[in-house]
């Protein structure tokens, strides 16, 4: 770890540098509640932190200090924001400040102010630092491909930045690797609706629905590329409702009786819209019924209900009242 | 089924989750009810002392936290009250003197004293004060200055940053918000376009991410639906899509994950749990007069009810505790008298009718994974089973089976109904435990 840095992790009060400073104690009161066991060290930096921080001294060794304070505790944002400050006057070299953020990332992968610091110091060194800050964030990735901060961060990094050629490819990397990832299926919709190599999302719509309907065939119990299918037709519901892929996908899916949630669960949605269903379909949900003795309703979206309260019964309450939103809208 | 070794991380993670919670389901079913009984019991005395100890002394592995005391204070009074406890006047009068070296002088409350205000500890303090109470706490918050504190993390996007030149997310609008709606100084210079904001943040799933873009997410799901709420926007947002995002973001263990094909984590359990009771609200508001629980049943009593079937629901007293129920000792005699018949309702087989003043969500199934699962025997809840107990979640794991117990009733104010809360049944056996696609 890196906390021996520039200081050796010395007592300040024995440091020569330190002695005209006077350690600020934490105002805590005389009865202060959730008090923490502060060791000597974190007591001590925070002392000088707190005069530091009181005298607004921007200088380099409060800079060395800040450096400190975060080790100890990378959770304070107060002391990430005065080192910016200090970063500031001192007209500091950025690049360094990120080879600083690269060395402490990986045991603060999840810490909100070590991301938010680094979309600081990147907006300031600007387009040059777009490339290897994708880069940054794909080695992270591949520790947890699912890393919240990691992946709002590539998505400010590509609207501030650029570099959207490649992310198509490298969301189908991710795929590969894991097709349960709905990180990187989330991070598909964003290319596929944003990058302004693409065209947009009706021009990509096509070739979307292509490899999405191929994902669900190969995992149809999971849940990702069903919701992404739906979302390609987001605020274009009559289109979804007429792509005769869609609904063939959700009648593959049913006819194999297995897995069949999501498939039941998309036609239903259709049938909600406006979808008229030819006779194949009754037959495929009928087919689907073993135990249940009730005949099926004779309303197709009925009967789906029917069966998914049954199939998918931890949803039982979901089920019933949707079944209950069709009996009202039929009235 | 594939070798293990084809699995994808998602998949293997998820299995192995899943094993460790079958395998605690398992041998819970083959204990003797009155065992079983034992395990279903919220362990009241041993959660408020560890509460009560954090509330009075942390280790030194705690300084991590020392830019959240406000947040621990909460995590910890909140639990406390949630276990329809109290906190003696001299802890009382020592938190509302510690918050109030943690406000700044420009107003908001910061992380401990001599730090910078910041949204999530204000939101922590000023929720940790008002569940205090009294004339005391309350007036020590100063409303003025607060409010010119939000007006500064105000920004240009309607959104709030989280403290001068902080980040700007979901997370932020709703501590903001929410804490200028429950100290009533919110205005139009605060709402404006934040609800712009918001709303661009629902994401193709239906769910709310953090910033525009982000990956639908419980955390701030629960944080914008219940801004909308807040500043009167909420039919702006794709209802029906948000609810069935969030309907399946319960798992097979019975508790909630954050985001699709992730894993279940306790603290969801209030996160995704808790939009149920926001969307009932707005349900009831729409929909016709609901149908009142029939057959019986009895409808917020807290009379002992007989089991008439197999499968119903009928439970029987409960103690007439405000908050959680399922008892300790001192609650009282009811709690599962052997010689009653009835309680538990693993039983998810609601079609009775009722679906108007059923939760949208499996209730029984999030009580059992919180109480089996989250719960530890000597007190303090925790994410899963393999991870530590902390505050954070005793907090989110309580409030969830608040909001569980409380999720058939019309009235929120009212005690638990006891077909609410998961007890045990005699004839209950591994085939009926909530279960689903069992590897």
Redesign the interface.
């Known amino acids: 770890m890196d906390s021996r840095e520039d200081d050796g992790g010395e007592p300040l009060s024995r440091m020569v540098e330190w002695r005209d400073v006077t350690p600020?104690p934490?105002?805590?009161?005389p009865?202060?509640?959730?008090?923490?066991?502060?060791?000597e060290e974190?007591r001590e930096t925070?002392d000088y932190f707190?005069a530091i921080?009181?005298a607004d001294e921007r200088s380099p060794r409060a800079l060395r200090l800040t450096r400190r304070a975060i080790h100890?505790?990378?959770?304070?944002?107060?002391v990430w924001?005065f080192r910016?400050l200090v970063l500031e006057a001192l007209n500091a070299d950025l690049d360094e400040e990120l080879d600083f953020l690269q060395r402490i990332a990986n045991s603060n992968s999840k810490n909100?102010q070590l991301?938010?610091h680094r979309?600081?110091v990147v907006e300031r060194l600007g387009a040059n630092a777009g490339a290897k800050e994708l880069n940054l964030i794909k080695k992270i990735l591949s520790l947890d491909?699912?890393n919240?901060h990691a992946?709002?961060h590539r998505?400010?990094v590509l609207?501030a930045l650029g570099g959207w050629e490649d992310e198509l490819d490298y969301c189908q990397q991710l795929l590969e690797?894991?097709?349960?990832?709905?990180?990187a299926w989330?991070q598909r919709?964003?290319v596929v609706t944003?990058s302004p190599f693409l065209g947009g999302l009706k021009a990509m719509r096509a070739s979307e629905v292509r490899y999405t309907v191929e994902a669900i065939l190969a995992n149809p119990n999971?849940?990702?590329p069903w919701?992404?299918l739906?979302?390609l037709y987001?605020d274009d519901i009559k289109a979804l409702v007429n792509d005769p892929e869609i609904s063939s996908v959700c009648l593959k899916v049913i006819n194999t009786k297995n897995n069949y949630v999501f498939a039941l669960k998309m036609l239903l949605d259709l049938l909600c819209h406006g979808f008229r269903p030819c006779h194949e379909f009754r037959d495929s949900v009928v087919a689907l019924r073993t135990s249940h003795t009730d005949p099926l309703d004779p309303d197709l979206s009925m009967a789906i209900c029917d069966i998914l309260?049954h199939v998918d019964?931890?949803?039982?309450?979901?089920w019933?009242?949707r079944k209950?939103k069709l009996s009202v809208a039929a009235v | 089924m594939e070798s293990f070794r084809s699995l994808?991380?998602?998949?293997r993670d998820q299995i192995l989750v899943e094993q460790q919670v079958f395998d605690i389901f398992k041998t819970f079913y083959n204990l003797p009810p009155s065992s079983q009984s034992f395990m279903l019991e919220l362990q009241r005395e041993n959660h408020v002392e560890y509460l009560t100890k954090?509330?009075?002394?942390?280790?030194?592995s705690?300084?991590?936290?020392?830019?959240?005391?406000p947040w621990?204070?909460y995590w910890?009074l909140h639990s406390i009250a949630l276990l329809d406890e109290f906190v003696d006047p001299?802890?009382e009068n020592?938190?509302i003197?510690?918050l109030s070296?943690c406000q700044g002088p420009n107003g908001g409350y910061?992380?401990?004293?001599?730090?910078?205000p910041?949204l999530a500890t204000t939101y922590a303090a000023v929720n940790s004060l008002v569940t205090l109470g009294g004339d005391k706490a309350l007036s020590s918050i100063n409303r003025e200055k607060l409010y010119m504190f939000l007006r500064q993390m105000k920004d240009a996007s309607g959104g709030f940053r989280?403290?001068?030149?902080?980040?700007i997310d979901v997370r932020a609008c709703y501590t903001a918000i929410s804490v200028a709606s429950l100290l009533n100084i919110l205005d139009d210079e605060l709402v404006q376009n934040v609800g712009n904001y918001i709303l661009s943040c629902q994401?193709?799933?239906?769910g709310i991410s953090?910033?525009p873009?982000?990956?639908?997410?419980g955390g701030y799901t629960f944080c914008g639906l219940a801004t909308m709420i807040l500043i009167n926007e909420v039919d702006r947002l794709d209802l029906s899509s948000l609810t069935d995002?969030v309907?399946?973001r319960?798992g097979?263990e019975g508790g909630f994950q954050g985001?699709?094909?992730?894993l279940v984590d306790g603290c969801y359990s209030f996160w995704q749990g808790g939009i149920f009771a926001l969307l009932k609200r707005l349900n009831s508001t729409k929909e016709v007069k609901p149908i009142p629980l029939g057959d019986g049943e009895g409808s917020g009593e807290e009379s002992p009810q007989t089991t008439t079937s197999s499968d119903a629901a009928g439970e029987e007293g409960l103690n007439g505790d405000l908050s959680l129920g399922g008892s300790h000792s001192e609650i009282g005699d009811q709690h599962n008298t052997s010689s009653q018949d009835n309680v538990i309702d693993i039983d998810?087989?609601?079609?009775k009718g009722h679906?108007?003043v059923?939760?949208?969500?499996?209730s029984l199934?999030l009580q059992q994974y919180i109480l089996l699962c989250s719960q530890e025997l000597n007190g303090g809840l925790r994410d899963k089973p393999g991870k530590s107990r902390d505050h954070y979640h005793t907090c989110y794991c309580l409030s969830g089976l608040s909001v569980c117990q409380r999720s058939w009733l019309e009235d929120e104010d009212s005690p638990p109904l006891p077909r609410a809360v998961l007890v045990v049944s005699r004839s209950l056996g591994f085939r009926d435990l909530?279960v689903?696609n069992v590897r």
């Open positions: 600020l934490q105002d805590d009161g009865n202060p509640v959730v008090p923490i066991a502060y060791k974190f925070m707190r921080y009181k100890l505790n990378p959770g304070n944002y107060t924001h910016r909100y991301w938010h979309r600081w491909a699912k919240y992946w709002s998505q400010w609207q690797e894991d097709i349960f990832n709905n990180s989330n919709y964003f944003r999971n849940e990702c919701r992404y739906r979302g987001k309260e019964s931890l949803r039982a309450s979901y019933i009242w209950n | 994808t991380v998602t998949q954090g509330l009075t002394g942390l280790s030194p705690f300084c991590v936290l020392d830019a959240n005391r621990i204070c910890i001299e802890l020592n938190t003197d510690f070296r910061a992380g401990g004293p001599g730090q910078m910041h989280m403290h001068d030149g902080g980040e994401t193709y799933e239906g953090g910033e873009g982000s990956e639908a997410h995002w309907v399946f319960q097979v985001r699709t094909n992730k998810h087989n609601h079609s679906a108007n059923e939760p949208l969500f499996n199934a909530w689903q």
